[in-house]
């Protein structure tokens, strides 16, 4: 069965998985961001074209009737439909969906009827983002704008990579769009650059103060011991370390981290030195 897909949520490197060492040494393919609304279309069993939005699978009626008034609407349900019947391809198709007039953001010019301009195909047998190069031939063959490759880089380093960013932002403004995406295709890692967002210099984490939170109450302690015994449920099992210790350990660390306390490093200790009668009653 074929079902929308929405299209993923995209931050800058910097708030990747591994803060953009995922990226070093690959190949990375920039593209301009245009400013608009994500639209994407597909077909389902039946040959009904879909219209979604960013993050609803039914786009409202009005984006949708604007969608239908470009003129690439006829064109990208044509090729949705002719992979489908000749090729048995089934494609979700995603574009930006520049209305007539001021973009969102007004960073681009004033548009004098609305276009959507393609980005990106999720080929749903393979379960991946087409590779841009076959992008640009269905674009090509079907006569549908995309995005404008601004260049393919290989950074060695975060610092390149951070220059890399700086270059493609520098054109975005020069050039009126709203940012930078960067794609490497085979481990699909995509992430975005903006030209409106300040420039933050971030502390490094292992430059982090380390912080000193107050010792666990003893009162914490004891309730994180109770949980600990509920959820073992059997006196016979408690009394033996090796059932309890693990359920205590998660129990006294989920408590601290909770209430933002310290915990006590002694966790044997603690359970040894806690009487049964105390756990069960109190």
Request: hydrophobic fraction near 30%.
């Amino acid at each position: 069965m074929i079902s929308w897909k929405k299209y993923k949520d995209l931050e800058p490197f910097v708030r990747l998985r591994y803060e953009g060492r995922e990226l070093l040494g690959k190949e990375i393919l920039f593209t301009e961001k245009r400013d608009g609304s994500n639209i994407s279309l597909w077909l389902d069993e039946k040959n009904k074209v879909h219209i979604s939005s960013h993050n609803l699978e039914i786009a409202d009626e009005s984006l949708t009737n604007a969608m239908k008034s470009t003129p690439e609407y006829p064109k990208i349900v044509e090729l949705l439909k002719r992979e489908k019947q000749d090729y048995n391809n089934d494609f979700i198709a995603y574009g930006e969906l520049l209305l007539k007039g001021k973009t969102p953001t007004r960073i681009e010019l004033p548009k004098k009827k609305a276009h959507w301009i393609l980005f990106d195909m999720w080929v749903v047998f393979d379960e991946r983002y087409l590779d841009y190069s076959r992008l640009y031939q269905y674009a090509y063959q079907y006569k549908i704008p995309i995005v404008k490759v601004l260049g393919t880089e290989s950074p060695t380093s975060l610092e390149e990579l951070q220059q890399m960013k700086e270059k493609y932002l520098k054109w975005c403004k020069a050039h009126k769009r709203e940012g930078v995406v960067g794609k490497n295709y085979p481990e699909q890692i995509f992430f975005k650059e903006k030209i409106d967002l300040p420039k933050i210099k971030r502390i490094p984490r292992d430059k982090l103060p380390k912080s000193t939170l107050p010792p666990m109450p003893e009162e914490k302690i004891l309730r994180a011991l109770q949980h600990a015994y509920d959820e073992l449920n059997d006196e016979d099992k408690w009394r033996n370390p090796k059932y309890a210790m693990p359920i205590v350990a998660k129990h006294i660390s989920t408590e601290a981290t909770e209430h933002y306390y310290e915990p006590p490093r002694n966790f044997y200790g603690i359970y040894l030195n806690t009487p049964i009668e105390k756990i069960k009653h109190d």
